[in-house]
């Protein structure tokens, strides 16, 4: 079983900035895609940022120029840098991960989700 681990969370006011990461745990697998969601209170799950194993990044509209995701593949972890914070990016992020591992071939897994608040 792989489970991915997400930290870097917290509080944070109006123009801050914050660091999350995520790391994959577990054996016998390899990592493709990684990316972070973000669902906000009465909101669908959006897409923040994702990166392929290759580094080719995309990114949501509203984080271009705010927002950096990166990866160290050595680590299994994927990072995702957050400057400019505004209240809108309130949200729960979450870690996504296309993994896959020879007895099962490619499968998606979902981190537990960390909370980021911007205060006004």
């Known amino acids: 079983q792989v489970q991915l681990v997400e930290s870097g969370g917290g509080l944070v006011q109006n123009g801050g900035s914050l660091r999350l990461s995520c790391t994959a745990s577990g054996s016998n697998f390899g990592i493709d895609a990684m990316g972070w969601y973000r669902q906000a209170p009465g909101k669908q799950r959006e897409l923040v940022a994702s990166i392929s194993s290759g580094g080719s990044r995309n990114y949501a509209d509203s984080v271009k120029g705010r927002f950096t995701i990166s990866r160290d593949n050595a680590k299994n972890t994927v990072y995702l840098q957050m400057s400019s914070l505004k209240p809108e990016d309130t949200a729960v992020y979450f870690c996504?991960?296309?993994?896959?591992?020879?007895?099962?071939?490619?499968?998606?897994?979902w981190g537990q989700g960390t909370q980021v608040t911007v205060s006004s």
């Open positions: 996504n991960a296309d993994l896959y591992r020879s007895d099962i071939g490619s499968f998606n897994t």
